[in-house]
């Protein structure tokens, strides 16, 4: 089994949270990745800088100061801390972005209504998995930011977590995967306004009856529509749960929600 | 052969230079490696941060504020660009730091006179050649920011001359490696006025004599020290010229300063 493990920026931005974290990922036995957020420390990097985040529905405008700001904080501070941290803590991480060994070569966002900017889509089959396995099967835990690049020299900025189904489709060719969304909430749930009303399974049919009962915040929504479209496209088990579970969610004890 | 090749700050703080050296870069055959440098952005974006950059006999100093800065910038922009400017290139790039893969392994400097703050030295045979071997062997370029660690989850700021010769001799074990380094010189020269004084060969002996003259200018001792070093532990050929140069440099028709 390879985890392909997603850490939210709630966690990366709080340093006990995130040190608890590294310790439990690290613990985790056999083959594993890690992809990382950041999204809150870039925008106060770029608010040192006198460059202002910009957001449409919640997805930040990456203009060519903004590509700059993330490709420093993504790419280097928060990634390279993180790495530094996994190897103090037995875990011999490598740093990279997707335009690494052309391991994520995507599509900057055509504009229609919206100029998202330098933000980058990854085509379905685009990832190349064989940079990755050389890696994991040296007994390396690569550590992904969420940059990929255009091919001429443009890195791009993508979402974390569709990088991480992104990765998890494409090593599914290779290896059973699962997919483990870390965040602050102890999985889906059915009430926002209580932590513990955790759903635990989530197949299509349920989603249907949630998404007309109106329970879901807007934010899992995302979430779930990766992990059903990962699912379909090979990858065997996903599971959406808080960052302090993590090392039961690479078990078979799982807390958090399982999508199947 | 294996080239080692390490790229000054001036390059890379220069558009129209780093594209033209990137690309005779890319078209050298075979294995390689480069290492960047990229102090004069991390001046300018460490301004812009309202952190002042300290120096002391030209060295800078790496506090709290500056290791986050130059982690940002050397690790992050610069070795990210550099990365997705050769895949455009069709140079399979990865880019790195010493403490991915725990490449390099170094010492926080110890305080006696000054105290440099987060830098990092390196101790003989503490490079890990084998993880480079790996990525050589199947195809990849590595592409080294001047960034090592503590393996105490401290990044540590180290010079990238001597992060150069490290490899360099780490690789010699493994493959016969030319070290080149690249700057806005076209080699060691015997009149810092004349771009044209090269001289074409230095071993011990014309060292000797070339500072018992006092020709040498004070910034290319470094350079020249980290070459002998090197050769003595191994490297098979060290060259110092002019980025442009670096073509000639990965054949037998050299340009430059010879070290031997």
């Known amino acids: 089994m390879v985890?392909?493990?997603?850490?939210?920026g709630n966690v990366i931005d709080n340093p006990a949270l995130l040190d608890r974290f590294l310790a439990d990922f690290a613990a985790v036995p056999g083959k594993k990745i890690l992809i990382h957020g950041g999204g809150k420390i870039a925008t106060r990097i770029g608010d040192k800088l006198g460059i202002e985040s910009?957001?449409?529905?919640?997805r930040r405008i990456t203009d060519a100061d903004t590509i700059d700001v993330v490709t420093m904080v993504y790419g280097g501070l928060v990634n390279k801390q993180v790495v530094a941290q996994l190897q103090a803590k037995g875990c011999n991480a490598i740093g990279l972005t997707g335009a690494d060994a052309n391991i994520i070569p995507a599509v900057k966002r055509?504009?229609?209504?919206?100029?998202?900017?330098?933000?980058?889509?990854?085509?379905?089959?685009a990832v190349q998995a064989a940079p990755i396995k050389l890696l994991l099967d040296a007994g390396l835990t690569p550590v992904f930011s969420p940059l990929t690049h255009d091919g001429n020299g443009q890195i791009l900025n993508t979402n974390a977590d569709t990088i991480a189904a992104s990765l998890a489709v494409a090593l599914s060719a290779h290896y059973p995967v699962r997919l483990i969304y870390c965040f602050e909430k102890k999985g889906v749930l059915r009430?926002?306004?209580?932590?513990?009303?955790?759903?635990?399974?989530?197949?299509?049919?349920?989603?249907?009856?949630?998404?007309?009962e109106g329970v879901l915040s807007d934010g899992i929504l995302p979430k779930l529509d990766n992990a059903f479209s990962a699912i379909e496209s090979g990858v065997k088990e996903v599971l959406i749960g808080h960052a302090?579970?993590?090392?039961?969610?690479?078990?078979?004890a799982v807390a958090g929600t399982l999508i199947c």
Chains 1, 2 share one sequence.
Do not use: H, Q, W
């Open 3 to 8: 985890y392909v493990i997603k850490v939210g």
């Open 110 to 125: 055509p504009v229609k209504t919206i100029d998202y900017g330098f933000v980058g889509d990854i085509p379905a089959g």
């Open 191 to 212: 009430n926002a306004a209580d932590d513990d009303s955790v759903i635990n399974l989530i197949n299509r049919d349920i989603y249907k009856t949630l998404l007309a």
């Open 54 to 58: 910009k957001y449409i529905d919640g």
């Open 244 to 252: 302090n579970d993590v090392r039961n969610n690479t078990t078979e």
